[in-house]
């Protein structure tokens, strides 16, 4: 399809090239960033100049990267590579061809920045490199940017056209957004459940609540996390691996290494002495970190040892009604957007509690095991006894996943 009118937000070809900004950016997990695509096309032929995204922080972004790949693909490209943001672009040997991308359209899935972090503005970049026109699908949300990067552009005479696939890209930036309003992670509660509301028997048998299809998607889902947390409970009953590995058909996984696996507990000792050999101790995949709390030193310090030598990460707080609140400060230290809890029905309520969970994904399996006994997704010791005093949640999304014909629904806490 021929590029269409600047002015026209439902263009078809608007919509085609911000998808493959959409995939391009998934390629990559480049957390504490956002994950950004972008494509340069040529207007009067729709021809596609160049394609980028954002692999890692530190690294060029997606903009950059997309108009080093114009070079060569046009007249234009010809050019001499003249140096992008001189003092910068020379202490890292960075060239950007410019010209190749004179006139050309930008699809890109974030608002160019416009300031210096660890790179340069990409405003800057597209205004040198003489762009006609950029097309975003959502604003930054970094308070350095946040909507200054299209008025940068505006104010240079580029056409500027925010909010195409305005709704996808927003959901792209849940965890990026969270992170730069919040300074938290950005928490999502999974877990499969049968039609009764039991996530396992009431003797501890969960493989599997939910069908193959189902678990593969949780696959591609943790793909798009930093990190897979779950409790000391998990690790001695599942003994799980909670690496990525059984993606969907036609999914390929992130250029990224596997995401962070935590675990939580306030018995170190017990844990380790109950759980010697568990798959998370092994680290030959995946990092694995354990958080803990302990009020002397002294306490769990053979079990320490014994996980470090195995390459285990063991990171110690001291000792508080809850490690949630020191786990997500940790985590957003360590540049986590996205958390996946895997965790059973007791560290989910504790998480609900200390405001840690800000998505639901429930797998609903058409099953039913019964009894008093069976597990449930949030076991608290206290409970409602009002309905009236139940926590909302916002159902948004249900959706079949077949062939197994397992339900999942998408739900947030609803605002109070
Ligand atoms: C873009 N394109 O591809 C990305 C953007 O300090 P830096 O250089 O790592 O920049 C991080 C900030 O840049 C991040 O907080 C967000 O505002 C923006 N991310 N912007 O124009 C990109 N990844
Ligand atoms: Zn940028």
Redesign the pocket.
């Known amino acids: 399809a021929a590029a269409t009118a600047v002015d026209d937000d439902t263009a078809d070809s608007d919509i085609h090239f911000m998808r493959r900004c959409l995939e391009l950016a998934q390629r990559a997990r ?1 957390s ?5 695509g ?1 494509v340069i096309v040529e207007p009067d032929t729709a021809r596609v100049l160049g394609e980028g ?2 692999e890692r ?2 690294m060029p ?3 950059v990267n997309a108009l080093r790949a114009c070079s060569g693909c046009s007249d234009a490209g010809r050019l001499a590579d003249r140096l992008l943001h001189t003092e910068w672009g020379r202490a890292h040997g960075w060239t950007v061809p410019l010209g190749a991308a004179r006139g050309a359209h930008v699809y ?1 899935s ?4 416009n ?1 210096y ?3 340069p503005p ?1 405003t800057e970049a597209l205004i040198q490199a003489q762009v006609a026109r950029v097309v975003i699908g959502v604003l ?1 949300p ?1 308070p ?2 946040a909507g200054g ?1 299209a008025e940068r552009l505006r104010r240079a005479g580029i056409a500027v056209q925010v909010g195409v696939l305005a709704a996808e890209c927003a959901t792209l930036y849940e965890g990026f957004t969270h992170r ?1 309003r919040y300074q938290k992670p950005f928490g999502i509660y999974k877990y499969a459940m049968t039609l009764d509301g039991k996530i396992a028997t009431a003797t501890g048998d969960a493989r599997w609540v939910s069908g193959s299809a189902s678990r593969r998607l949780v696959h591609a889902l943790r793909d798009r996390c930093d990190a897979v947390v779950v409790g000391g409970n998990t690790v001695r009953r599942d003994d799980p691996e909670l690496t990525v590995r059984d993606l969907p058909a036609g999914v390929t996984r992130v250029n990224a290494p596997q995401p962070l696996r935590v675990v939580l507990t306030r018995q170190l000792a017990r844990l380790v002495r109950d759980a010697p050999d568990a798959k998370l101790w092994n680290t030959a995949r995946a990092r694995t970190v354990v958080v803990t709390a302990h009020a002397r030193e002294t306490e769990a310090e053979e079990a320490v040892r014994y996980l470090r030598l195995r390459g285990v990460e063991v990171v110690s707080f001291a000792p508080t009604a809850s490690t949630v609140p020191q786990a997500l400060a940790w985590l957003y230290h360590v540049g986590c957007c996205t958390v996946l809890w895997e965790c059973g029905g007791a560290l989910a309520a504790e998480a609900l509690r200390c405001g840690a969970l800000h998505q639901f994904l429930v797998f609903v399996a058409g099953k039913i095991v019964g009894g008093a006994g069976a597990p449930t997704p949030i076991s608290t010791d206290w409970q409602v006894s009002s309905m009236r005093d139940a926590w909302p949640l916002d159902i948004r999304r249900v959706q079949r996943i077949e062939p197994e014909h397992d339900v999942l629904i998408t739900a947030y806490p609803a605002a109070p």
């Open positions: 480049p504490p960033n956002p994950p950004v972008c995204y954002h922080a530190g972004h997606a903009e890109v974030l608002e160019p920045c300031h972090g660890r790179t990409c930054d970094d350095r940017t990067g730069v």
